[in-house]
Nanobody
Framework: QLQASGGGLVQAGGSLGLSCAAS????????MGWFRQAPGKECEFVAA????????HYGDSVSGRLTITRDNAKNTVYLQMSSLKPEDTAVYYC??????????????????WGQGTQVTVSS
């Protein structure tokens, strides 16, 4: 089970940190990802991190502004967002995948999903 938190309202240019806590003992077995979905739009890949936390991947629209990290001892993955833009407004979902391929951006690769947390960036 994945529980995302940390969403909220922030002004453009501001920063916000999201967390996703996982239950269970096998957290380090999973690739962890963040996706987002804005109203009327398809779900978009945001970021992913490998099992050991030493390889990260980002969507083109967020690269350079967001940082994904994980703490396997705490069963938690984080998404630190900075220089936020109104177009970053969306519901953000964390996800866990047991895959070994490099298709981190593929929503179909992920097995478990959190409930989502709303991020709203005002202009």
């Amino acid at each position: 089970q994945l529980q995302a938190s940390g969403g909220g309202l922030v002004q453009a240019g501001g920063s916000l940190g999201l967390s996703c806590a996982a239950s269970g003992r096998s957290f380090s077995f999973y690739v962890m990802g963040w996706f987002r979905q804005a109203p009327g739009k398809e779900c978009e890949f945001v970021a992913a991190i490998n099992r050991w936390g030493d390889s990260t991947h980002y969507g083109d629209s967020v690269s350079g502004r967001l940082t994904i990290t994980r703490d396997n001892a705490k069963n938690t993955v984080y998404l630190q967002m900075s220089s936020l833009k109104p177009e970053d407004t969306a519901v953000y979902y964390c996800a866990a995948g047991s895959f070994y391929s490099s298709t981190y951006y593929d929503i179909r690769r992920y097995d478990y999903w959190g409930q989502g947390t709303q991020v709203t960036v005002s202009s």
